[in-house]
């Protein structure tokens, strides 16, 4: 019986240090098993049972009702510098020649791939692979 408290305690914790919302539901399931074992004298073979399927009921629950719902970010496009350019116009900083070409954003020179045109060229970025970014002319 001790044991199923001691486990909750430690999956609980263990949630602290390492977070992502699994192992508590872990630890609730061990402290059913706790409440259960109190209540009901359960040979060790049967509280490893109720304790696998406490666990897959608890996960169940945190999949159906909390996964995914949280709150969406103010700045979806945070950590994707170069989709935060779709859209605008700006000139070639070096021309783009053989498909390829150069464009100042900021403080960063940026490789921009898009039809052959000379320098100063206003383009409009499409879209962006990796650190290219896809321009037409504007």
């Known amino acids: 019986m001790i044991f199923w408290a001691c486990a909750a305690l430690l999956l609980l914790a263990a949630e602290t240090f390492a977070p992502g919302a699994f192992m508590m539901w872990l630890g609730f399931a061990a402290a059913g098993t706790f409440v259960a074992v109190w209540l009901l004298p359960l040979s060790p073979l049967w ?6 399927v406490l666990s897959f009921v608890s ?20 950590n994707r510098r170069g989709a935060q350019f779709i859209g605008q116009v700006h000139p070639l900083h070096e021309a783009i020649r053989n498909g390829q070409g150069r464009i100042k954003l900021g403080d960063a020179l940026w490789t921009v791939e898009g039809p052959d045109l000379p320098a100063g060229a206003r383009v409009r970025v499409i879209a962006a692979e990796s650190m290219t970014l896809k321009v037409d002319p504007a």
Do not use: M, N, T
């Open 59 to 78: 996960v169940a629950i945190y999949l159906h009702f909390f996964r995914g719902k949280e709150k969406g970010s103010d700045q979806p496009l945070l």
């Open 47 to 52: 509280q490893a049972v109720l304790f696998v």
